[in-house]
């Protein structure tokens, strides 16, 4: 079975800060990693994903995130936060070995930023 | 382009009442999924259709919620009778196929209070 782990339910940030949520997974097979954002009263967007190739992947609003199979980590940064990007962050694995996506949610992390 | 409609928003039953939610997937979307997010958890997959056709629904607790998805375009998730712990964001999602790299693109969602 696969799970994510996100470590934090919350974290403060200052504007202009460096932005840091943390992801770990696991999974018996390659997988596929996900971020997507909630903002409030929404449903959830796609910020980036890890497929395959490049581990390093950029998203949108600024956002990336590396994939690091010997820490299976794939934690989610942002070199400066602005007010917008307070919300909720969510990380995701699939399998990366079956032609279904079957998404396995983190418990997610609320992002506050004061200004 | 239009998003994932869901209707309704809100909706408030008491305890061991019916309720059905709908979707409107996004057109030309082949897959469909259905999530329940309990607050504070992230999304739990309930169900997902390939067109008009079940690909997973082993989460799905089948002595009170059904699901169908008619034509292979909207569909209707039910809860008969309702329980305390049914409390949730209901959020419908599509995407174009069903492999795992593509994107989910998620409903705002249905607010089900169980009183």
């Known amino acids: 079975a696969q799970s994510v782990t996100q470590l934090g339910s919350h974290v403060s940030v200052s504007e202009g800060a460096l932005v840091l949520l943390r992801c770990n997974y696991s999974?018996?097979?390659?997988?596929?990693l996900f971020w997507y954002v909630q903002y409030p009263n929404q449903g959830l967007q796609l910020l980036l994903k890890y497929t395959t190739g490049a581990t390093l992947v950029k998203g949108i609003n600024g956002f990336e995130a590396e994939f690091k199979k010997s820490e299976t980590s794939f934690h989610l940064t942002k070199p400066s936060a602005h007010m917008s990007d307070a919300a909720e962050y969510f990380c995701?694995?699939?399998?990366?070995?079956?032609?279904?996506?079957?998404?396995?949610f983190g418990t997610g992390t609320r992002l506050l930023v004061s200004p | 382009e239009a998003g994932v409609a869901q209707s309704p928003r809100y909706k408030i039953i008491e305890k061991r009442q019916s309720v059905a939610f709908w979707c409107n997937p996004i057109?030309?979307?082949?897959?469909l999924y259905w999530y329940q997010q309990i607050l504070g958890q992230g999304p739990k997959l309930l169900i997902q259709?390939?067109?008009?056709?079940?690909?997973?629904d082993s989460q799905l607790p089948k002595d009170r919620f059904s699901a169908e998805r008619l034509k292979g375009v909207d569909s209707t998730l039910k809860i008969q009778p309702a329980k305390l712990e049914d409390s949730a964001v209901y959020l419908c999602?599509?995407?174009?196929?069903?492999?795992?790299?593509?994107?989910?693109?998620f409903g705002p969602g249905t607010r089900l209070t169980v009183l």
């Open positions: 995701a694995v699939t399998r990366g070995d079956t032609g279904f996506q079957k998404l396995v």
């Open positions: 999974s018996s097979v390659p997988p596929y």
């Open positions: 259709f390939q067109n008009n056709g079940v690909v997973d």
């Open positions: 057109s030309g979307h082949a897959t």
């Open positions: 999602a599509s995407s174009l196929v069903a492999s795992g790299t593509d994107t989910q693109y």
